[in-house]
């Protein structure tokens, strides 16, 4: 259900449309002159935006609504509300359409690092952030997913148009990037589409490594720091929960994350393969150069369960860093004097240096003693430098074998052809979990209905006891009236059994959802129970409570 309310309404012009709703004294030409008021045009357009969605609202439309208001004369608009009004006007459609789902986000892929770095909300941040947000005039619900590689904000939001810019309005404000700039390299995703994006991110096909498994504990974290946050809703909630099943079970049946797709882990793989497996605990490790692949190739052996390895680079600053960064690690810094040294100690040399000259050259590492039997008795040196800083001819050296670059991009490339046939089970797992999150989200529609229909049973209930105990006088014990009391309770709850049971669904069967929402519009016709426009008015009640903190 979406009312696309203007972006400048406060909170006591809303209470004013509430009040008035009560009221049957006002003409048509002040009704809609109020109305006119709260919905004033806006027609800009957002730029540079990416749309995977069907076209946004036409704000217009409600106004034109009011206007049609306007033009039926004083008479009938004397006994009708503000609510009313918009009930029978032209805009009822709104009234009858859900609230949407809203990603408004930059990545990695469309935004540089100086702009994320603004945009970044800490963690600890995360409550107050969605705090905010839901106290816009069109949001209901919010969820922050801010990392390194992309700044997401998931929202429902009662107008796509007007929520999108209040949004953005916020994002420029918190991060200071102009609006203008942030319209050039945002990304707009509504309803179904936004859905299959979280679940894509989640199973890890939107991340730079195709199924890394980093942003799956990053959207966790989202649902486990929204926990009692107000702001995070039953919409957005489910959604995050749902991204999570998608992105376990996406790993799970496909197997996405296996395999290296970058040169450095390839060079760590590589190298554990050539090496016995009950020497990877005891083997001795040399990486030469700290610089981003070296850091990337320490990463990558520490995720490989490696907690003690020894680093030579010109200064000592890089490696200090990354000792600070992975703490409960031994990384033991040594000089590039010391490298053949260090070397003739190692078991597996990595080398990433920007070095134009050869590090490595068949003279001195003939000079190096033979390795362990226990490693298997050959020296390994992974050379990911280009240049490159290992020669060719160390593998003719006995006990010596070279792999650089090229060797390590067949096994990158293959890797990814591998994860791509993946990616696309992946896509189909997705397919299938979008339309189970859609039918449990349309089901959501039956539960004003039911909370209506049972409040409307309990009021006639409560009534007709009255009267029966009143009829049958004082003498009545406690029992007996407990016995009667339970008994028009009993009848009551067995009478509505059938009806509760055809507005409820699982969301598994598309037939039986419509089915169900069909019978919803029933009962709302038959008992006049206008849960539509109820919630509507919940809705701006609960804005009023916000604006009035």
Known sequence: MAVSWSSSVAGPK?????????????????????????CSPNRSRMAAVRRRAGSARCESSVEMAFEE?????????????????????????YTKERSSIVVIGLSIHTTPVEMREKLAVPEAEWPRAIEELCNLNHIEEAAVLSTCNRMEIYVVALSQHRGVKEVTEWMSKTSGIPVTELCQLRFLLYNNDATQHIFEVSAG???????E??????VKQVVKVGQGVVGFGR????LFKH?????????????????????SSAAVELALMKLPESSNVNTRMLIVGAGKMGKLVIKHLVAKGCTKMVVVNRSEDRVAAIKEELKGVEIIYQPLTEMLNCAAEADVVFTSTASDSLLFTKDNVRTLPPVRDTVGGVRLFLDISVPRNVGACVSEVDGARVYNVDDLKEVVAAN?????????EAQAIIADESKLFEAWRDSLETVPTIKKLRAYAERIRAAELDKCLGKMGEDMTKKERR???????????????????HLRCDGTDSRTLNETLENMHALNRMFSLETEISVLEQKIRAKVEQTQK
């Open 14 to 38: 809303l209470e004013t449309l509430l009040a008035r709703s009560h009221s049957a004294s006002s003409s048509a030409a002040s009704s809609a002159s109020q109305m006119r008021i709260l």
């Open 243 to 263: 991204a999570i099943t998608v992105g376990k079970r996406v790993r799970t049946e496909t197997n996405i994350a296996s395999g290296a797709v970058s040169v």
């Open 483 to 501: 016995a009667v009391d339970d008994l028009s309770r009993g009848i009551v709850n067995k009478l509505l059994h059938g009806p509760m049971q």
């Open 235 to 238: 919409n957005i909630s489910g």
């Open 69 to 93: 208001v306007r033009e039926r004369g004083d008479a009938r608009a004397s006994s009708v509300s503000a609510l009313e009004l918009l009930k029978t006007s032209a805009a009822d459609r």
């Open 416 to 424: 990814k052809e591998d994860r791509l046939r993946k990616a696309m």
């Open 205 to 211: 096909l939107d991340s730079l490594v195709l199924g």
């Open 213 to 218: 498994g980093q942003i799956l504990a990053q």
